[in-house]
Structure formats: structure tokens, C-alpha cells
């Protein structure tokens, strides 16, 4: 049974004796506050349905004229329209979709980067040798749930795990800590371990309330209830198992309804939006993870319905367009929640999403389902204003176009891997660990991109 399947079961427990005052509430042994100015925490905002990039960063020099004829009237951004960013980047001028504005003025402020043509790989290839079959590729291309797995470093049905929870497994022993890896949601193969599972932290109150057991309140009757569940033993192997489990989901959700309990409005100007309630709820608590000593954490959100088939730009709720702003916001007040709060150079956020989408666009004014796209990396340990990879070229059955009916599929340029192994090493992983966190880095030359301070 899942965890959370405990949830509704509040009314149905049974009359059990008081277990007194040293409830698991009181009771948590917490790290000391030595080790608070060494914290650094990584958060994922995953984007659901393959975001398509092309619309995130466009180029405003004569490659301009390539993007406009390949996307067309139903697609094209208007050039004047787009949030410019200061200087060039990898042979170009860019601006980024008009709704990402506030993102747009981070970037100038060198705050956020992008990262251009990025995509899973297994060693480098290019357009041609795709087409030619002449280079091994990453199996099931095009699909939402194998790609968004491969994304977040799936390694096939043997080893579930995801890159961030490998890495986490990988730090020294002084960095580590029972909750490193942290979902949001139902989403956690990024987080996940070889050998170690996810925590489950809910917005707003982070897992406070069981049922009809509030864990804030742990002399209440069903507070006890359900802690003194959390103390069976068995003797069986899978009663064991079951109540162990049980045992780690209460003592999560305690610690998180602790923190939150210590938790503070923080200062960004978040709006009405779940992403907005999402990112509000952490940044309210990461400085209590800071100050209860705790060194390295790993968060993934995911949020958005980015598969945009038809009907892709536009003011109805589900386009790209108005997405974007909702994105933006609630990304721009994340920054400067955490700027206030004394997280500056502590908290790196950034995007990924399925796979990029076709350049050409598709019936019904959409865009169908590609390979690389652009990612956004955000904080103040970033080294921003800047793009860098390879921006591909703008030309149906181009240079980097791998698809043989040339509807703008992009080869990526940069691995998933070469751009999450930058993230880690400057979470702490060391260079002799990034092969058994990342096995198919070692294809790369490259591997840290170097848009991180150390």
C-alpha cells in the first residue's frame, strides 16, 4: 500500500491507550546548526508535456528570418515582441518568448542562463549520423513517460533510480541527511535512489494532516493513534516491512510539520497559480532547513500541460503563451523570495521538460513531439546572463534537423547528462563519483558545462 493511502483512515482507527508526552513531534532528533552556512539545495521545475523551446528562445539576427519562415503565422513570435537579452551568446542575439519578461530581466541581471539544445543522449551524435541509423540513440524517442524517465536519469527497468538520487547516494558523508530528496508530488524518479527511497513533502502545511490526525498537535487523540502505529513490530517479514514503512512516512511527515510550523510568509510577489503555491510553500521552509543544519537537498516539482498538439499561442488558459507568464512570475518571486530570506547563493533552480517540440508547426496551430529543447538554471551560484551549448539551425531538414521527413526534430547538443552533472558537482559530487551517478558521461569530453560557481 502507498503512503499516502494512510491518509483517509484518520476515522477508522481503532481506541488505543495515551503514549505520553515524548511523542515523535517532541522526540525528533534534529542536526545541529553547525553546518547551516554550507547549504545548498537544488529544485526542479519540471515541464509537464514537452515544453517546446523554440518558443522560449528565439534568436533576433539574421537567424531570426529562419525561425519566422519555418514556424510560420501560426507560431512565429513577432520580433519586436520578444524580452531581449543583453549582449550575444554563442554566435547569436536572442530574446525570450514576450511572456517570460520577468525571466528575461533576471537574465539581464545575470541571474538565470540558458542552456541551448539540450536533450538526452547516449554519446554525441549528430543530425546525420540519426538519420543514417549510424549512432546509438536513446530508446523510445517521442514518448511522454519513457522520455520524461530518460530525462531524469532513468537507466532502464534494472536500475529505476534517477540521477539526482544517485548523486545524493554519492556525496560525502558529511553532506548527507535522511531527507535529501524531496517530491512534491506523485513524480520521483529524478530523487530516487539505488538504495534509498524519496520523502514526500506537500505544500502549504508540508504532511500535517493524517486523516483526522493533525502530527502538529501530538497530544490529540488521533496523533497518537496514529504515532503509536508507527511503533508495531512484527515478526513476519512483510508485516515488518509494511510497518517500517509506515514508521518513515510518520516520522517525514512530523519532521515537515515541525519546519513548517517554524516556517515564515516569505517575500516574493507570488500569485494565485499552484506553481505560485508550490514554490511559496518552499520558500518558506527552506530557511528553516538551513537553520535545523541540514546541507544538501534535492526538490522536484512538477507542473504545466506543455503537450501542445493544437492551439499553442493564444489567452486560453492551456497555451504556451499563457503558461509562460504563469512560469515566469512564479519563478522571478521564487528568486526573490529566496534573495531575502539569505538564500542568495544557496538555492539553484531550473527547468526541464519531456523533449523539445517540432520546429514545423503542426495541424491545428500546434507542434508535435521532438528531442532537444532549452533549459532555464536560475539563482545566485549561476553564472547568468549567458547561453551556452549549441543553438541548432533554423532550417527544416538543416544541419541539426534528425528527423527524415525535415520537420525540425533537433539532435541534441548537449547531453541531460553533461548539464545534470553540473548541477551535482557543485552540490558536492566528486569527480570520481560521476561515472556511477552518470554511466553514460564518460562518452563526453565535457563534463561540466561551467555555468555554476563553486
Given amino acids: ?230 511503533q508495531w513490530q512484527f515478526a513476519n517479514d512483510y508485516e515488518a516491512e509494511f510497518s517500517r514503512s509506515f514508521n518513515g512516512s510518520v516520522s517525514e511527515s512530523t519532521l515537515f510539520t515541525k519546519a513548517f510550523m517554524q516556517a515564515q510568509t516569505p517575500a516574493g510577489d507570488f500569485g494565485n497559480s499552484y506553481l505560485d503555491s508550490l514554490l511559496s510553500s518552499l520558500a518558506s521552509v527552506l530557511p528553516v532547513f538551513k537553520a535545523m543544519g541540514y546541507r544538501r537537498q534535492v526538490f522536484q516539482l512538477n507542473w504545466g500541460g506543455f503537450d501542445t498538439h493544437s492551439a499553442q499561442r493564444g489567452s486560453g488558459p492551456n497555451t504556451q503563451d499563457s503558461q509562460f507568464a504563469v512560469l515566469a512570475k512564479a519563478l522571478a518571486a521564487f528568486d526573490q523570495a529566496n534573495q531575502a530570506s539569505g538564500l542568495n547563493l544557496d538555492v539553484t533552480t531550473f527547468t526541464m521538460s519531456d523533449f523539445g517540440r517540432t520546429l514545423r508547426p503542426a495541424s491545428g496551430a500546434g507542434s508535435d513531439h521532438a528531442w532537444a529543447s532549452h533549459w532555464l538554471a536560475m539563482g545566485g551560484a549561476v553564472a547568468g546572463g549567458q547561453v551556452v551549448g549549441r543553438f541548432p539551425s533554423l532550417v527544416l531538414g538543416g544541419v541539426d534537423d534528425g528527423d527524415r521527413g525535415k520537420e525540425g526534430r533537433f539532435v541534441p547538443a548537449v547531453a541531460t547528462d553533461q548539464f545534470a552533472s553540473t548541477l551535482m558537482q557543485w552540490m558536492g559530487l566528486p569527480s570520481s563519483a560521476l561515472f556511477e551517478a552518470f554511466p553514460n558521461l564518460h562518452n563526453f569530453k565535457q563534463t561540466n558545462l561551467g555555468f555554476m560557481s563553486t
Fill in 1 to 230: 500500500m502507498k503512503r499516502r493511502a494512510f491518509l483517509g483512515m484518520g476515522a477508522a482507527l481503532p481506541a488505543l491507550g495515551s503514549i505520553g508526552a515524548a511523542t515523535l513531534l517532541s522526540s525528533l532528533s534534529l542536526p545541529g546548526s553547525a553546518a547551516a552556512s554550507d547549504y545548498r539545495a537544488l529544485v526542479c521545475v519540471y515541464l509537464n508535456g514537452g515544453n517546446d523551446g523554440n518558443n522560449l528562445l528565439i534568436p533576433s539576427d539574421g537567424a531570426y528570418g529562419d525561425y519566422a519562415t519555418a514556424r510560420g503565422s501560426e507560431l512565429a513570435l513577432p520580433k519586436d515582441s520578444l524580452a531581449m537579452l543583453n549582449g550575444s551568446s554563442i554566435g547569436h542575439t536572442f530574446g525570450l518568448h514576450p511572456a517570460l519578461a520577468p525571466l528575461a530581466n533576471l537574465y539581464n541581471q545575470q541571474r538565470l542562463m540558458v542552456v541551448s539544445s539540450v536533450g538526452p543522449l547516449i554519446v554525441p551524435a549528430t543530425a546525420q549520423q540519426v538519420i543514417d541509423k549510424a549512432v546509438l540513440v536513446p530508446p523510445f524517442l517521442l514518448s511522454h513517460s519513457d522520455q520524461a524517465d530518460m530525462q531524469q536519469g532513468w537507466m532502464g527497468d534494472s536500475d529505476a533510480s534517477g540521477w539526482a538520487g544517485r548523486s545524493l547516494e554519492l556525496l560525502p558523508t558529511k553532506l548527507k541527511h535522511p531527507i535529501s530528496a524531496v517530491t512534491m508530488d506523485n513524480s520521483r524518479t529524478l530523487v530516487l535512489g539505488r538504495h534509498s527511497g524519496v520523502a514526500f513533502m506537500q505544500g502549504g502545511q508540508g504532511a500535517r494532516w493524517w486523516g483526522r490526525a493533525d502530527l502538529a498537535q501530538p497530544g490529540s487523540y488521533w496523533a497518537q493513534s496514529i504515532n503509536r502505529m508507527a
